[in-house]
């Protein structure tokens, strides 16, 4: 029988702005059997989801490039990140999420996704699990220019590189986005390019 750990929690809301800030204050039963009072803070941005575009023929790779002003504020000269496509649920099913997300970001109109696996991005202080997705992509599947939302501020530019290429910019630090080069290498170890 598995008995919580965990009793008395409170928790307190320290911001609602953008996405939600939570102060919990729980008891927490150590090892040997003592219940200690923690506090953590918790940010919920929601849950989200994450594809990696290939074209197997090509051996290229859909990525995206945009300002994130985390990444600014922590040493990144330019802010710039390049990304996969990806986006916050907002209630919505992982699958319909990415596919909306490709089409408002990249462009393409893709008809079929493959679920590969899910992870808490940063199980320390943020809530966020992300789904992650591969899906092949094809030049007449462009129906747009992308960009992403005009009213999300997104701002996205989107770039076709080679699938080698795209492995080199994580050796050589172009490419930092832990969702990223999770999809890549789940490329490379599982020969999808």
Not at 28 to 44: A, S, V
Not at 77 to 84: F, K, L, Y
Request: charged share 25%.
């Amino acid at each position: 029988m598995n008995k919580s750990k965990i009793r008395n929690i409170h928790k307190d809301i320290l911001s609602d702005n953008w996405y939600t800030l939570n102060k919990y204050t729980y008891e927490y039963q150590k090892e040997d059997g003592r219940w200690e009072t923690q506090i953590r803070e918790t940010y919920d941005r929601g849950n989200g989801a994450a594809i990696l575009l290939y074209n197997k023929g090509q051996e290229t790779v859909i990525l995206t490039k945009q300002f994130r002003m985390p990444t600014y504020v922590n040493g990144n000269p330019s802010g710039m990140m390049i990304e996969v496509c990806a986006g916050v649920l907002d209630g919505a099913d992982p699958e319909d999420c990415i596919k909306k997300e490709v089409e408002e970001e990249t462009g393409y109109q893709i008809g079929h996704v493959k679920k590969v696996f899910e992870s808490y991005m940063s199980p320390g202080a943020v809530t966020e699990i992300l789904h992650f997705f591969i899906g092949e992509y094809r030049a007449q599947m462009k129906i747009s220019e992308g960009g992403g939302a005009e009213d999300e501020s997104e701002n996205i530019e989107v770039l076709e590189i080679p699938f080698n290429a795209a492995l080199e910019m994580i050796a050589s630090g172009e490419i930092k986005d832990a969702k990223t080069i999770m999809l890549l290498q789940y490329a490379r170890l599982n020969n999808i390019l």
